[in-house]
């Protein structure tokens, strides 16, 4: 993604909105296939922005299109869960054959279970500890360093249960955790379609598709994509030195194919900066249930690098506009992109609402108080401009730091 750099457009200022808690959400437009993936970090960061405030409740992607569960998943978690449990009775019986039998149908059903474990890797790192102890006990030392490798990729702080584990089991995991082939490393790219979706690899959050997640240990993992209003996707995912790809084509629900076919509407009406009211934004804030809106457009600028954002604050009963900025983003380098979309959620708001101070106060003395507080006269982090100007003295370039226009 791409920093906030230039300012083209002015904010537009209206009086104070009426008091009491007010539903607001930010929507981000793609206007073209290689800016999908934008839209939902900015949404994330928008929302994030907007929870600082006081007077609004807010509503993520998530809220209005939901997150729908892969049923099929579901339903190959819970014939897992029962695999382990006849799996576990027959090794607990010593009756080792028929355990190896059924805990090898248990980790295939749990192959296409990945989208339904998003609390922790269970039952797939129960049956894979249990598949390591029948390879041992049948005398398939290779089999069961090779399940146990899998296993610490899972989890590496996976308990095993010294009751049911015979002592030289648990030696032999040791062995294995130790040894060469536990520091190796593998990388992946993640990929979907549409992009933007949020990646999660072992139920850790790690970025946008697509992304790159390089220095993962080498064996299985669970991979999980969210994507609001598309069904989750999961997979078991094998990681070797050799980088790897994953990429699917998420499923839309029929929510959110109705809410898409309104967005080219809504686009056109954010761009044309020149007209105050929009009859596509009011129709979109009732689908939605909201009364303030961030409504967007964003688009890559393939010449130079960079992305063009639109972002208009609106009054979503009537369609009102009641402020509009258009920036680039040139690179997110460090990290600065979140820094500096809330710090244009802040402008705007604080500018539509009159510049009145509704951040969440913090018992913290230094909250907000990053070092950089007179490099410009606005805060960021929703604190209203500094109304008092520096007297101006002999050097005329005293006091300007090129960020004025905040």
Same mark, same amino acid.
């Given at each position: ?355 009145? #101070? +509704?951040?969440? %106060?913090?018992? /913290? !003395? $230094? &909250?907000?108080?990053? *070092?950089?507080?007179? @490099? ?11 109304? #008092? +100007?520096?007297? %101006?003295?002999? /050097? !005329? $370039? &005293?006091?300007?730091? *090129?960020?004025?226009? @905040?």
């Amino acid at each position: 993604m791409k920093a906030l750099a230039i300012l083209l457009l002015p904010t537009l200022a209206l009086a104070a909105p009426p008091s009491g808690p007010r539903r607001i959400g930010a929507v981000i437009v793609p206007m073209d296939p290689t800016a999908e993936a934008s839209g939902p970090k900015l949404e994330s960061y928008m929302s994030e922005a907007l929870g600082q405030f006081q007077d609004f409740t807010v509503r993520k992607s998530e809220d209005f299109f939901g997150l729908p569960a892969d049923d099929e998943a579901l339903v190959a978690l819970k014939r897992g869960q029962q695999g382990y449990q006849e799996s576990l009775a027959a090794f607990d019986k010593k009756e080792y054959e028929d355990a190896e039998r059924k805990v090898r149908a248990t980790l295939k059903e749990l192959q296409k279970a990945a989208a339904a474990m998003t609390a922790s890797c269970n039952p797939l790192c129960d049956a894979t500890a249990l598949y390591a102890a029948v390879m041992h006990q049948r005398g398939d030392a290779e089999e069961a360093k090779l399940a146990l490798l899998d296993l610490m990729a899972l989890n590496p702080t996976y308990e095993m249960d010294t009751k049911r584990y015979s002592r030289d089991f648990i030696s032999l995991r040791v062995q294995v955790a130790t040894g060469v082939n536990a520091a190796l490393r593998g990388g992946t790219t993640v990929k979907s379609r549409p992009a933007g979706a949020r990646v999660f690899i072992d139920n850790e959050f790690k970025g946008y598709t697509p992304v790159t997640v390089s220095t993962l240990p080498v064996g299985k993992h669970l991979l999980r994509l969210e994507r609001p209003g598309f069904r989750i996707y999961g997979q078991v995912l094998e990681v070797s030195p050799d980088e790897s790809e994953a990429s699917t084509a998420l499923q839309p629900t029929d929510d959110y194919k109705a809410f898409d076919a309104r967005l080219d509407n809504v686009a056109t009406e954010v761009m044309r900066a020149t007209s105050p009211n929009n009859p596509a934004v009011a129709a979109l804030g009732k689908a939605l249930g909201l009364e303030r809106g961030l409504v967007g457009t964003v688009r890559d600028i393939p010449d130079n690098s960079t992305t063009e954002l639109v972002l208009g604050l609106y009054d979503m009963g009537t369609g009102k506009r009641l402020g509009v900025k258009r920036v680039v983003l040139q690179g997110d380098e460090f990290g600065q992109l979140k820094s500096e979309v809330n710090r244009l959620v802040n402008h705007l708001l604080n500018n539509a609402d009159g510049g009145a #101070e +509704k951040r969440v %106060k913090s018992s /913290d !003395p $230094l &909250e907000n108080a990053h *070092g950089m507080d007179e @490099w410009n006269g606005e805060d960021k982090g929703g604190k209203r401009r500094t109304q #008092e +100007k520096k007297a %101006k003295k002999g /050097d !005329p $370039l &005293e006091g300007v730091n *090129g960020t004025e226009d @905040w």
